[in-house]
């Protein structure tokens, strides 16, 4: 998207309530996310891709594992980010 799209997304944000405020701290954790993400696989799409089957099959992991990842499966999360994509458009 050019900087003219940026623009009008940017003025669709700012007429909904705490968009603009939810977008920049989505970026923001989008880049520390990403930023984990390559540190973790080295740039290696392969890594990235099984990282991202092993996170979608979270109902067959064991009751541990879905234990450390509870933090990471709050739904405010999610909704929070769905939130920012939506606004985004």
Not at 10 to 38: F, H, M, P, W
Not at 60 to 87: L, T, V, Y
Request: hydrophobic share 30%.
């Amino acid at each position: 998207m050019g900087r003219y799209g940026n623009q009008i997304s940017v003025a669709r944000l700012r007429k909904s309530e705490n968009c603009t405020r939810d977008i920049i701290r989505y970026n923001d954790r989008r880049s520390q996310k990403n930023g984990l993400i390559g540190e973790f696989t080295g740039g290696n799409q392969a890594i990235k891709d099984g990282l991202g089957r092993a996170w979608g099959d979270r109902e067959n992991w064991s009751p541990a594992m879905k234990q450390n990842a509870a933090p990471f499966s709050d739904p405010r999360i999610w909704e929070f980010i769905n939130r920012c994509r939506q606004a985004a458009r």
